[in-house]
């Protein structure tokens, strides 16, 4: 069982930055790879970013690369997201996912083996 909150999320005008944390506590958090998914209103759950457990490889969706970024810190238990240049279309609920599987389908929001609870991230434009 892998617990899962995240923080950092809240309002910011377009052209800004934030940084979401997921705190992981459980089973061992380092040998899960995991990642970052968003969903908007209306809209479906989709894939962000992911990175291995290592922290060696990263992934990204095309629509944040170039822009965001993930992190881990396997000492404190923690995934970052910074994201920066934020767009009024990152508008969403960001969640952390401990992913499972190969690297190829961590896109799939069924390679999620725990969700956290999200956080809200608004872009004012």
């Known amino acids: 069982q892998v617990q899962l909150v995240e923080s950092g999320g809240g309002l910011v005008q377009a052209g800004g930055s934030l940084r979401l944390s997921c705190a992981a506590s459980?089973?061992?958090?380092?040998?899960?790879?995991m990642g970052w998914f968003r969903q908007a209103p209306g809209k479906e759950r989709e894939f962000v970013a992911a990175?291995?457990?290592?922290?060696?490889?990263?992934y990204y969706a095309d629509s944040v690369k170039g822009r965001f970024t993930i992190s881990r810190d396997n000492t404190k238990n923690t995934v970052y997201l910074q994201m920066n240049s934020l767009k009024p279309e990152d508008t969403a609920v960001y969640y952390c996912?401990?992913?499972?599987?190969?690297?190829?389908?961590?896109?799939?929001?069924?390679?999620?083996?725990?969700w956290g609870q999200g956080t809200q991230v608004t872009v004012s434009s």
């Open positions: 459980g089973r061992t958090f380092s040998r899960n790879a």
């Open positions: 996912a401990a992913l499972r599987g190969p690297p190829s389908r961590w896109y799939e929001l069924t390679s999620v083996d725990y």
């Open positions: 990175i291995s457990w290592s922290g060696a490889n990263t």
